[in-house]
């Protein structure tokens, strides 16, 4: 097992570095201290020849130039005693944590092969200083990746607030286990979840909980996905894909996402209480994404459900409190 820094880029005084963790399956993994983002996970095809299977964008410096949330860090959301003008950066709605942490530089305080125990680990740390984005607190954040010879990729978050805040990070990274020049519609996907959160005009979910059975987001057993992106259902048609966060029954294998055409399979766990399904629906060939489009990745966003009003107590950091969340994606190929 291995790691391997490759500097490429110095702006703003900053050092972007990318970082390459191998293991002995031959299973790669990407990273980029820019954004603490997840760029590339690599898995070799039947011809043992390596495919990636992440939407990524051609170089490393293009994820600098237009924010996208492809594999970063997001977050963070507010709470307090007075009403705070956040950023609007999604319509009306504020959405992961406006100019955010996945479009700064992180430091890379630790890189660690640890042969004995077959894992390797870059760990990257940010301060989102107090006032940034209108933010209560200063917020130190820890990410740490970790690559395994089980051919699992542990994604960790610690955060530590001096001021009462909200934190509800995640990871945006979308999975297209067909790899390149292919959509998510022939991938199968299972979801241990008995309820969603349906969605108003506005992608808010302000209707509560709605039990899944008998309806086109009852992925309780593996469904093919464009089952559902072709359906006719109205929020469907709205949100032109799902865009829709479910509540996990437990904190097992909460997702699953199957390729009957390459026999790889992803299954995530994850100690989030739910997981947001994008389909990528807003992708269409432009800018520096040019090379992705609508429904090329599935991205699976484990956090705490979205929330339409002003009850956020599920996501309160209490000052010298921490957050802890976990992540892990294993691949079968």
């Not at 070799?44 to 490393?60: C, R």
């Not at 305080?109 to 984005?133: M, W």
């Not at 994008?278 to 060939?285: D, V």
Request: with cysteine; hydrophobic share 35%; aromatic share 10%.
């Amino acid at each position: 097992m291995k790691i391997e820094t490759n500097h490429y880029a110095y702006q703003n005084g900053k050092d972007y570095c990318e970082y390459t963790l191998t293991n002995d399956n031959g299973m790669v993994v990407k990273l980029l201290n820019y954004g603490a983002t997840l760029k590339q996970i690599l898995l070799p095809n039947k011809d043992g020849q390596l495919e990636n299977v992440i939407l990524s964008l051609p170089t490393a410096l293009d994820y600098s130039k237009e924010r996208n949330f492809l594999g970063g860090t997001v977050g963070r959301v507010n709470l307090g005693k007075h009403t705070l003008e956040l950023p609007i950066n999604d319509g009306n709605n504020h959405i992961h944590g406006g100019s955010g942490i996945d479009t700064m530089v992180w430091n890379t305080s630790k890189l660690r092969v640890e042969e004995d125990a077959e894992f390797v680990q870059v760990t990257f740390s940010l301060i989102d200083f107090d006032g940034h984005n209108n933010y209560p607190g200063n917020l130190k954040i820890e990410v740490t990746y970790t690559l395994d010879n089980d051919n699992c990729l542990d994604y960790n978050i610690f955060a530590f607030s001096d001021q009462l805040t909200i934190f509800n990070p995640t990871n945006h990274v979308y999975f297209r286990l067909d790899g390149p020049n292919s959509d998510v519609k022939d991938l199968q996907m299972q979801i241990d979840a008995d309820y969603y959160l349906p969605l108003d005009n506005e992608s808010l979910p302000y209707l509560g909980m709605k039990k899944v059975t008998n309806t086109i987001f009852d992925m309780r057993k593996p469904t093919r996905l464009g089952d559902i992106l072709d359906s006719k259902e109205p929020e469907i048609r709205r949100e032109h894909g799902l865009n829709h966060p479910f509540i996990l029954n437990s904190q097992r294998s909460c997702a699953k996402i199957i390729s009957p055409k390459t026999g790889r399979k992803l299954t995530m766990t994850t100690d989030a209480p739910s997981v947001v399904v994008y389909t990528a629906n807003h992708f269409n060939h432009t800018g520096v994404a040019k090379n992705i489009g609508r429904y090329d990745g599935v991205t699976l966003e484990a956090q705490n459900p979205p929330v339409s009003g002003d009850d956020l107590n599920a996501s309160l950091l209490v000052a010298n409190d921490s957050f802890i969340r976990s992540i892990s994606w294993t691949f079968d190929f």
